[in-house]
């Protein structure tokens, strides 16, 4: 009887789970709604603070343009919904920690939640360093080369696409430390060979800055200099985990 009992077992464990997956992205989808709710009536206003690193650096008598019907309107509410997004994200994680955290062992636990936390305060200070360093300076670059009689004038929807990719590469490029970490703890390298590989590190963060950043010098070397520094990074976390470890961090079986 207990055998036959056992697929349903099995049956309505899975539903549970289903259903409390259900509800944590219930919480999560409605922190972002209740964020978004709270943001919209200052659409505009994020929208002009988002654009003034480019205002600053328009010719005189520069202005941004919309060339479509709708985008006065769109592009402010699109912003607006990435900010919420973005202001939400420690809630949405939590969600997503509190779901798994249940199946994982005590010292998965006490590794996940640096490496959470970590890896959400490096995407922060990867858009800020993107939007109080790089901006001004990619901007100051593309005015500077445009061509005589030629007006500077970007279209809002455009201007909110690029840097909402800038702000994208920059907060993905500074996750390098958490990625090595979780490479090193999984076994796949060892600090040790992240540090012989040390010249390929730098060769690869410059190929990606190449590809990722506009076509120009200052702005790719704005981030494959904070790559490489943070692969350093990296490798002294992956080596202080390393010495955990080794100092008596409990097996699996706990």
Known sequence: MSDAERPDDG????IS??????????KAVAAVLL???ALLPFANKLYGWLALPLIQHLPQGGTMI?????????????LAFFVALFIAIPVVLYQLWAFVAPGLYRHEKRLAVPILVSSVLLFYIGCAFAYFLVLPAVFTFMTAVAPAGVAVMPDIGHYLSFVLMLFLAFGLCFEVPVVLVILVALGVVTPTQLAEGRRYAIVGSFVIAAVLTPPDVLSQTMLAVPMC???EVGIFG???LMRGDSSGQPSATN
Do not use: D, G
């Open 238 to 240: 992956a080596r202080a």
């Open 229 to 231: 520094l943070l692969y």
């Open 35 to 37: 964020v978004l709710l």
């Open 66 to 78: 919309a060339t479509e019907v709708a985008s006065p309107f769109l592009t402010p509410l699109k």
């Open 11 to 14: 049956e309505q464990s899975l």
């Open 17 to 26: 789970h289903l259903i409390e997956l259900r509800a944590r992205l219930l």
